[in-house]
C-alpha cells in the first residue's frame, strides 16, 4: 500500500476543520457514560442506552475500520428563541450531504474504500473522536470546543477502512483544556450543570424543550419563558470564553428572518399545516408545533 497522503479538500465542502483518530474500541470513557445512563441522567434520549457495543466499537458501524474522520461544520447564532443550529435546514441532512461529496473524493482517492458517514443519529461518540482526531476538547460544560473555532460548529464523520496514518495530522492545538473559570456552570438557569462534565439531562433546557415530550415543569418552563427560550438553550455556550461568532453554512441560515419574526401571537395560530409547509426541512420538527407552544408559555 502506498504511503502518500491522502488529502482532503474539506474546506471546499464547507468545512472548519479536519481530523483523522485511528479507529479502536473504547475503553477509557465507558464507565462515566455507563453511570449517567444508569442514574437516569438522560431523561427519555433511551437510544443513548442502546447499542452500546457499537457506540463503543468503530468497527461494529463499519466492519474492518482503520480510521474515523471527524468534520467541523459552522451554525450561527440563536434567533427568536431558537437555537442557532436550528435556524435553517436540518444539519442532520446538509452535513451528511456534505458528507457523502467527500466520500466520493475518497474513493477516487482509494479504491477499496469502505465507509459510512454519521451525524449525530447514530451510536457513535462524536465529541470523543474529535478530541482523538485533535480538533479540540471538551469543555466544562460538556460541549465540544475548538481552540480556534470555538463552539458553535456541528461535528460530521467518517468511519472508514482508510488506516489515519494515511492522513495529515492535525495541526498541534493553542490550548487542550477549557481551564477553570466555572462561567458556564454560574449560567445555567436551571441547574442542569450540577458540576464540572457532569450533566442532568433531565433538568437541561435544550434537552426539555427538544427531546423531551413531557410538559416542562411548571418551575424551568418559567425559566424558560423568562429567558426566551422556545428550543434549545444556549445560556452555557454564550458564558463560555471560548465561544466565538462564526459564519454559518448558508443552509443553516434559511429560516432565521422567519423565525425572528414571529410573535408568540403567531406560533399560537399557527395551523399544523402551515407549520409543515414552512418548516418541513426544519430541524423544528423535531420537538412538534405542540411543544413548541408549550415550551414557551408566560
Known sequence: MSTNLIKINYRAHGFLDFGAARAEKIETIRPR????????????????????????????????????????APYGQAGGGVAGFAQGVDYHKIVKDRLFAVIGELKAAFSAFEGRPFVDSAPILERYWAVRAGLGFIGQNNFFISPEFGLRTIIGVI???????RFAPHAPLAATECGACGACLRACPSGALRAPFDLDARRCLSYLTIESHAPLPADLASVAARRGWRFGCEECMR????????????????????????SDADWSSLSEDEFERRFADSGLRRAGLDQLRNNYSK
Not at 253 to 261: K, V, W
Request: aromatic share 10%; hydrophobic share 45%.
Open 33 to 72: 457514560f455507563e453511570a449517567f445512563l444508569a442514574e437516569g441522567r438522560h431523561g427519555e434520549m433511551g437510544y443513548l442506552a442502546r447499542n452500546l457495543e457499537k457506540r463503543f466499537d468503530p468497527a461494529q458501524l463499519v466492519p474492518g475500520a482503520e480510521s474515523v474522520l471527524c468534520f467541523l
Open 239 to 262: 458564558a463560555c470564553p471560548w465561544d466565538k461568532p462564526l459564519t454559518p453554512l448558508p443552509e443553516f441560515e434559511t429560516h432565521r428572518a422567519e423565525i425572528a419574526a414571529m
Open 159 to 165: 468511519v472508514c477502512n482508510i488506516p489515519a496514518e
